[in-house]
């Protein structure tokens, strides 16, 4: 809360347009292309899979990329494993 605060203070007008005026959901202010910037569940609310399907997959692809972060960790390749469990 003490960061929206400072947020206002410094910048007034950015703040209301992103907190009171909608611009928290205008995806153009991350990227011309939205579709370029999305997480798997994103994804599939985009193309209208109901929750349950959506978040059971979500989850399976999640772990197997922490299965697939732990593998590659314990071969050494700990940059690699980092990123994959980032994805996660």
Known sequence: VATIVV???LL???SAYYWLRGGF??????????????SVSGLLTR??????PANAVAV???VVAL???AT???RGHHVLA???GGLA
């Open 7 to 9: 947020g206002f203070a």
């Open 12 to 14: 007034p007008t950015g």
């Open 25 to 38: 959901h205008d995806v153009g202010r991350i990227s011309v292309d939205p579709w370029a910037n999305t």
């Open 47 to 52: 193309l209208h899979v109901p929750a349950a």
């Open 60 to 62: 399976v692809l999640a």
């Open 67 to 69: 299965k697939l972060a």
């Open 72 to 74: 590659t960790y314990r």
């Open 82 to 84: 980092l990123a994959l």
